[in-house]
C-alpha cells in the first residue's frame, strides 16, 4: 500500500497543524521537520519479510487511532512533578507530560559559568542552535526503525538538550521525566548529550504513564556524544502502562579513551521495540549497553542491537536479561561488528532469558561480522526455566510458588541493577519490578 494512501492522510494534516504552531520557531528547524516527514512518507511500513522485523509484530504500526493533535491543557501538572521523586539530589530536572513542560529545574550559577547546557528543546533551538544543528539527529536510525527515527524527527517538539564543556566533571546526575497522559496522544521524548573532552556527567530519564488505561504511542529517541576522555553514564527507565505502544532509538558515538555506559529497565508497553547502536569511533574506548525486561500477559519487547568497532584497542560489553510470564514474547537481535582497522577489539554480547511460563516465547539472534584477524569477540545467547529445585527449595520452607519465582527473578536482574551508579535509581527499578509482580498477585 502507498504511503501517501488515505491511510496516511490524517497523519499529513496533523503534521500540516503541528508546522503551523511552530510560528515562532526558526526557518531551518522548520525545513528539517518537512524534509523528516517526507522520508516518513517515502518509507515503507515494515513487514515482517523484512529481517529487521524477523519475529516481530508489525500489526498496528499503521498509527490509526494516534491523535497527532494538539492536546488539552494538563490540570494535574503539580501531582505529576511530585510523582517525579526518583532522584532526591540533582543537577537538573525537567519534568514532560504529552511534551509540555512541567517543570524545569535549572543549573546552579556554578555550572552555568563553566559553560554547562541543560536547556529544553523548544528553548535550544533558538538560544543554542548551533549545537543542535551539529548534532540534532546526526546519528542515523540503521537497525529497522528509520521510518519511525524520521517520524520522531517530524513530530518532535520537547526534550532536554545536556551539553558538558572540556574538563567538567558532574557529581550528582541529571534527571528527565517524560509523563504520558491523555489517551491517543502521540508523545516523542528526545535527549541529547554531548561530553567534551575529559567531561564527566550522568543521567537519568524515566518513561512513564500517568494512569493505567491511557492507550498512547510513544517514539524516543536518545543520542550520546562522548568526547576524548570523558565518561557518560545513562540510566533509562521505561513503566509506561501495558496500553503503551512504544519505540526507543537509542545510539552512542565514543570517543578516544572515553567511557560510555547505558542501562535500560524494561517494564512496560503492550509492544515495546529498542534499538541501541554502541559507535566505538575511539581507540581506548569501552561502552557498556545493559538491559532488563519484565514481559507478562501478551507484551511483546523487541530488541535490536549493534556494537560497531571502528577504532583499535577498543572494548564493548552488552548484557540484555529478560524475565517472561503468561503468552509474553520477547526478541533479541545482536550484531557485533568489527571493521578492517579495529584491531585487537574486546568484544562480549550476551543475552539471557528466564523463562516464567511454558507459553511464554524468548526469541534470540546473536551474531559476528568480523573484518580484523586480531581480535577477542564472543556472543551467546541462553533460554531456560526456572529449575525445579529452586522452586522446590523455597516451597519448602513456606514460600508461595509466585513469591519464589518474584524472588529468583530478583537474584537474576541484580547482575544488571548492581551496576546502575545511583542507588535511589536502582532502588526504584528494583520497586517498578516489584510493582509488577505485586499487580499480578491481586
Not at 494516534?66 to 494538563?74: C, D, E, M, R
Not at 581506548?284 to 583499535?312: F, Y
Request: aromatic letters at 8%; glycine letters at 6%; proline letters at 3%.
Amino acid at each position: 500500500m502507498s504511503e501517501s494512501s488515505d491511510a496516511i492522510n490524517p497523519i499529513k494534516e496533523a503534521f500540516n497543524r503541528h508546522i503551523e504552531d511552530l510560528d515562532t520557531a526558526p526557518a531551518w528547524w522548520k525545513s528539517s521537520k518537512a524534509e523528516a516527514f517526507e522520508t516518513f512518507e517515502n518509507i515503507a511500513l515494515p513487514t515482517r519479510r523484512d529481517e529487521p522485523w524477523r519475529f516481530a509484530t508489525v500489526k498496528g504500526l499503521e498509527l490509526d487511532d494516534v491523535k497527532f493533535a494538539a492536546l488539552p491543557s494538563i490540570s494535574d501538572a503539580a501531582s505529576l512533578v511530585a510523582r517525579s521523586n526518583f532522584i532526591e539530589n540533582f543537577s537538573g530536572r525537567f519534568v514532560f507530560g504529552d511534551d509540555q513542560t512541567l517543570q524545569a529545574d535549572r543549573i546552579s550559577p556554578e555550572l552555568a559559568e563553566k559553560g554547562v547546557i541543560w536547556a529544553p528543546f523548544r528553548e535550544a533551538i533558538t538560544k543554542h542552535a548551533d549545537i543542535v544543528k551539529d548534532y540534532f539527529m546526526k546519528q542515523k536510525a540503521d537497525l529497522g526503525s528509520e521510518k519511525f527515527a524520521a517520524l520522531h524527527q517530524a513530530f518532535m517538539e520537547n526534550g532536554a538538550l545536556l551539553y558538558v564543556p572540556k574538563g567538567v566533571e558532574i557529581e550528582d546526575a541529571f534527571v528527565v521525566y517524560n509523563w504520558s497522559i491523555n489517551a491517543g496522544s502521540a508523545i516523542f521524548p528526545h535527549t541529547l548529550v554531548i561530553t567534551e573532552d575529559f567531561a564527566k556527567v550522568k543521567l537519568v530519564e524515566a518513561n512513564l504513564s500517568a494512569t493505567e488505561d491511557a492507550a498512547a504511542f510513544s517514539c524516543g529517541v536518545n543520542h550520546i556524544f562522548a568526547g576524548v576522555g570523558s565518561t557518560v553514564d545513562y540510566t533509562l527507565l521505561q513503566n509506561f502502562n501495558e496500553q503503551t505502544l512504544g519505540f526507543q532509538l537509542n545510539s552512542n558515538v565514543a570517543g578516544k579513551d572515553s567511557n560510555v555506559k547505558t542501562i535500560s529497565v524494561n517494564v512496560g508497553c503492550k509492544r515495546y521495540r529498542s534499538e541501541t547502536h554502541g559507535q566505538i569511533k575511539g581507540s581506548g574506548s569501552k561502552v557498556e549497553m545493559l538491559s532488563l525486561a519484565v514481559a507478562d500477559n501478551e507484551q511483546e519487547i523487541d530488541q535490536r542491537t549493534l556494537q560497531t568497532h571502528s577504532a583499535p584497542h577498543a572494548v564493548s560489553d552488552l548484557l540484555f536479561k529478560n524475565a517472561l510470564v503468561d503468552n509474553a514474547r520477547t526478541i533479541f537481535s545482536g550484531l557485533i561488528k568489527v571493521d578492517p582497522g579495529a584491531q585487537q577489539t574486546d568484544a562480549y554480547q550476551t543475552n539471557r532469558n528466564l523463562l516464567l511460563s511454558g507459553t511464554a516465547e524468548a526469541n534470540s539472534l546473536p551474531g559476528l561480522e568480523i573484518d580484523a584477524n586480531d581480535v577477542k569477540c564472543s556472543h551467546g545467547a541462553t533460554t531456560s526455566q526456572i529449575e525445579d529445585e529452586e522452586i522446590f527449595y523455597m516451597l519448602a520452607r513456606g514460600i508461595p510458588r509466585e513469591k519464589a519465582q518474584e524472588l529468583i527473578v530478583y537474584g537474576f536482574f541484580e547482575e544488571v541493577l548492581e551496576r546502575i551508579s545511583c542507588e535511589t535509581v536502582a532502588e526504584n527499578a528494583r520497586r517498578i519490578i516489584q510493582n509488577k509482580f505485586t499487580r499480578r498477585s491481586k
